[in-house]
């Protein structure tokens, strides 16, 4: 665990307090090792059980992040400890992949017979690459080996166990970057591994809006995007930006606004039409946006208003 400076994508010193948490739980001392357990009481981050973390807000690329962050040791650990559920709920996630599906296919052209190489980054059991199997060769990395859709190569943990060797037409990661440590490490990695003409499609959270305001765990998101902080780290990166948008996604066990930005790996005067973004504070301010998020919240789900209503027809003896 190490407190940061400097902004992870841009390097800027310039770097906001947003907010401070003091998180309490035995977990982070059991997760941590002992290397970044003596730097955090170093740094005067750790006292006795409590933890200090802070919000930090980039005033040059807008990144909105976790600090300080997990070390790659301590991702050993705590990946080794999370249990996960190994039954997928393919139909589930059926919407997702379609969606994913369609995009890719529209900013990736290819003429069959030729088999382009596709690889899930963190794509856990590898639902997402259903649509792809007949015209795809498949591969897959994540921190957990699951049984994988028939014909898809397992090929590691992450970005370290690939060499280079092995080069895709297509990369995606979805809902990935907000968790990870270095998230400019990975998409740096991946392109190495990327053929040139070649495109990385990434999914994330809009965490800039109000996510980063009621963290209840240090390990679960970190990294708290907007349109203009992750089209920075595309750019820092060395990727040319064809597609970002921000979009409102209904699934039963995510729903929110989520952030889609597709880069190419072009020689870098070959730039295509410049993409617009809105800036993080334009987003965290926007209303609008808040709309679709109260009927997140149980209280105002349609459904429990029914209930409610229902309950006091019963009480009035309206209804029996
Ligand atoms: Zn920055």
Redesign the pocket.
Known sequence: MRLLNN?P????EKLKRLKQYIFREQNIINYLSTLSLQSMSNESLMIKNEFKFYINH?Q????IFLNPRFSEEDYKIIFKTEVINKKIDVEQYFVRAIRGYKLISKYFRHKLPYKPKILDYGGASGYLLYPFLKKYDCYLMDYKKYALPKGTRYLGRNTDDLNGKLKFNVIFSIRVLEHVNDPKKVIKDLILNLYENGIIYVQVPLGCLNEWKSLDTPFRHINFFSEESIY?LFKVSGLNIIYLKTAFQISKNAPGWKLDIIGIKTPKNKEKKKIKYISTNQQRKRVFYYIPLIFRKKTLNPQNIKKKFKNILKKLKILN
Do not use: V
């Open positions: 902004c994508i841009c390097d800027s980039c040059r690329c807008g990144f920075n």
